[in-house]
């Protein structure tokens, strides 16, 4: 039953094969079963799912359902949801309990949805492993020597291992397309703006876009119709039309444009992986697509530009835990500015307190012009080299990652090494465009990313070129044996 895709579900559903408290219970064992080794899940919501499963079966009963009625999904630690705990893989926000739902958990749980439960993350969604998380580091399904990548570490290890069949992530500079890459499944960053950011905790606010992480393309475009849309309560929120994302799936790619980017080729991808991409690429080929060579050339500035934009905006979001209002709150504090120090000093691990003070420094008087405006200019440029792209292309292709997952700890003391993880990934939100990652082939048992860019609101066109290849090949398909070793 695990193995199934959400679209296959929602069919069984539909047609009484079982009921979604059969299903929802089916998951909930295996995560019982499971995630003590994985360690994917910060909190299980047993009994409200069990709730939500029992009311979507009387919805389904009375005629009432629609397509993800039912269905169960892992809810990302980052976005709130009423009366269960929202840590965002932080010891400051420990026993934080939102007293509302995040614009994204209302439209899924509004769509019949049954949440299993909130997944670990990097801490704040920072870090490329998961291994940053207060709750300890989320391990790979597929060797759990290895991370899961991150920040949606969790949330991409929940779903490779088959203990839910869908969740939601967040993605500010490859953390939902990495980890899906990292994980063997297929991860969908949608366009800056099409979901709403309303309730999920920021990091950096002009990077940040929520998405699915799915087993296939078509489950991908299920979730995102549910959680695209205008949302009033979010400012960033952009009022776009929002197509029928499983319509045009089955669209042929013959004729599509791939342009192949010479800057992710070169030095750093490792060798292996970069076969696999080009044997993927190979399969478009086939079906008649045509292959472009173009050029990107900013984006060796895309890691040095992100790392002053993200920890600038993350030290204005995250100024807001002081021990104050809500959050962890020292003991016995002396005055009023010991417990701003320790509360914050407590709450916060190593890498927020990196960033944060990386952020602080680059905002600050006489280092603005240097830094932070200066990044802003990069940021630009990038941009443009995408625009200029896609007047040739219809899609740009490349690896996901330059390397499948690294061990546990491999790069805890190199966070230079660590940040290079999102090299490929990291322009795709400075520009505020689409990307997705889908399973591509396997080194040394380890899954490998195809990553797919588009341009301003093309997920319809991204979902389909995805879902075409999933249907020539069944990398998507493979789980793996987690009753193994």
Not at 43 to 60: G, W
Not at 276 to 302: F, R
Not at 428 to 439: F, I, K, Q, T
Request: proline share 5%; glycine share 10%.
């Amino acid at each position: 039953m695990h193995n199934k895709t959400i679209a296959q579900m929602s069919a069984d559903l539909q047609s009484g094969d079982y009921s979604s408290v059969e299903l929802t219970t089916h998951f909930l064992n295996r995560i019982e079963q499971h995630d003590s080794t994985i360690n994917s899940f910060v909190t299980v919501t047993k009994e409200q799912a069990l709730a939500q499963a029992a009311r979507a079966d009387e919805a389904i009963k009375a005629g009432a359902a629609t397509p993800l009625t039912g269905i169960p999904y892992a809810h990302k630690d980052i976005f709130c949801t009423d009366g269960v705990k929202t840590t965002c893989g932080s010891k400051m926000l420990e026993s934080f309990i939102a007293p509302y739902d995040a614009t994204v958990t209302h439209k899924l749980h509004e769509a019949g949805m049954v949440m299993l439960g909130k997944t670990n993350m990097d801490e704040f969604a920072m870090g490329s492993s998961n291994e940053t998380s207060f709750y300890g580091a989320v391990k790979n399904p597929w060797n759990t020597d290895c991370v899961p990548g991150g920040s949606s570490g969790g949330a991409a290890a929940a779903v490779g291992g088959r203990l839910a069949p869908i969740s939601t992530g967040t993605d500010t500079g490859g953390s939902i397309r990495q980890p899906a890459a990292l994980c063997g499944i297929t991860g969908l960053k949608p366009s800056y703006g099409r979901i709403s950011r309303y309730g999920m905790i920021a990091f950096a606010s002009s990077l940040d876009q929520a998405g699915p992480l799915s087993q296939t393309s078509e489950d991908a475009a299920m979730m995102l119709q549910a959680m695209a849309g205008f949302d009033e309560k979010d400012s960033t929120s952009i009022d776009h039309e929002v197509p029928d994302y499983t319509a045009t799936l089955n669209d042929s790619v013959k004729g599509l444009k791939i342009g192949l980017p010479k800057e992710y080729f070169g030095e750093g991808l490792d060798t292996q992986v970069g076969d696999c991409v080009q044997a993927a690429i190979d399969e478009y080929v086939k079906a008649g697509a045509e292959i472009v060579n173009i050029s990107l050339p900013n984006t060796h500035y895309s890691v040095p530009t992100y790392y002053v934009v993200a920890p600038a905006e993350c030290s204005s979001n995250l100024s807001r835990f002081d021990g104050v209002r809500f959050g962890h709150r020292c003991d016995s504090p002396k005055d009023l500015q010991d417990l701003y120090e320790r509360s914050r000093a407590e709450g916060f691990g190593p890498e927020v307190q990196r960033r944060i003070m990386i952020g602080a420094y680059a905002l600050s008087a006489g280092y603005y012009d240097a830094y932070y405006l200066k990044a802003q200019r990069v940021r630009r440029l990038i941009s443009q080299d995408f625009k200029a792209a896609f007047e040739k292309v219809d899609v740009i292709m490349g690896p996901t990652s330059p390397e499948v997952a690294f061990g546990l700890g491999a790069k805890s003391e190199d966070p230079v090494s660590m940040y290079l993880s999102d090299i490929y990934t990291i322009a795709v939100n400075l520009a505020g465009l689409p990307g997705m990652s889908v399973p591509a082939g396997f080194v040394n048992g380890l899954p490998v990313g195809l990553q797919l860019i588009g341009n301003y609101w093309q997920e319809s066109k991204l979902l389909n070129v995805a879902h075409q290849y999933q249907t020539l090949t069944d990398w998507h398909s493979q789980a793996p044996d987690l009753n193994a070793g």
